[in-house]
């Protein structure tokens, strides 16, 4: 008998390319963006190591947590719903949510506001047609992930997005730093995605700003497409509710609110809405980057894909720097609107009342779920295991105990 024919190792890259070139497209939102034109605008080029900063950040948690899905079967949403008691899962099931809603608003702002640069289209229809697309859109996903594949075109792809917003900040920063344009400085002064269409008109050209709409348009449809998707896993993984049901429940959960939002704040408001769905990104990202860090050091059996201890210290350092830079800015913002405050003491003592301690509800939140420990069984194998076909093999004997319980 012949030995058979190994594809080759290209072949089956490509094979498994796409997932993970969405997920990290997504991290050019107009979200980002307007953080790019921003920081160019007014630091110049000072704030270029935030970005080699976020970019290896994000290499190594998306890292763990495909790594993780290999290993176990499951998404993180299903972890969750099968490791914590029942307050604490439909606590994190709700604050999800919340934050893929945050995070789908700017993809909708700025797909509507490029309507608009490239064709007219008033905001509204454009917030309209940017729903339409996307539902056609969740109609024609498909499936492919493995571990090696995933990290190779992951960098791929976060590599693209990390020099195209070196060169969205380093382009601002040249434009703003040159001292001869002086009708722009106001324009710099506060930038966002709608006055930089202004801008670049102005200074090179119609066309110039065309191609920042379409360069917009691709941002916020694959911004709104990829929460789209994690809104849908969010979802089944939580309900256990069958995934034909899901892919078409979850999108009403999650586009539809993003879209009344952004109808209701309108097109003058596009800065303030993208600043406050990034505020509330940044306070629900520990509820789910705490347990993804938890399930990564439970996993402690021999497992082809299993991260390194090194890797996962390096994550738990970078992520405990990160959540508590937002909590001091959190903090550190509302007691400078308590002083500068205009409001009479009695309402800001009220106010401070209700605030500080919910800021300490939220903190021990977070210090019980980093400090509980995991129950692994049934999450990782049992035993060590020496290859894929090996954790593929437990994952069927699993499946078939959970079915024989039921």
Known sequence: MEAPIETPTWKRFLAHAGPGFLISLAYLDPSNVQTDLQAGSIHKYELLWVLFFG??????????????????????????????????????????????????????????????????????????????????????????????????????????VLLVNVAIVSTTGTICANTQLVDNIDACSSLTLKSTSILLKNMFGRSTSKIYGLALLASGQSNTVTTSYAGQYIMQGFSGMRKCIIFMIAPCFTVIPSLIICSVGGAPNIRQLINISAIILAFVLPFSLVPLLKFSSSCVVKVPYKNSNSIVKVAWILSVVIMGINIYFFCNSFISCLVHSELPRAVNAIISILVFPFMAAYIAALIYLAFRKVNAAGLFPSVPVSNGTEVEAWRQERIADDIGVR
Do not use: H
């Not at 945050?102 to 509507?112: E, F, K, Q, R, Y």
């Not at 064709?119 to 499936?143: E, H, K, R």
């Open 55 to 160: 970019f290896f950040l994000v290499l190594v948690i998306q890292s763990l947590a495909v790594k993780l899905g290999i290993i176990t079967g499951r998404n993180l949403a299903e972890m969750c719903m099968y490791e914590y008691p029942k307050y604490v899962k439909y606590g994190l099931w709700l604050l999800i949510e919340v934050g893929v809603i945050a995070a789908t608003i700017p993809g909708v702002l700025g797909t509507a506001l490029a309507y608009n640069i490239l064709l007219n289209i008033p905001f509204l229809a454009g917030v309209l047609i940017c729903g339409a697309s996307t539902f056609l859109l969740l109609g024609l996903q498909t499936y492919g992930d493995t571990s090696t594949f995933f990290l190779i075109e992951n960098a791929c792809a976060m590599l693209l």
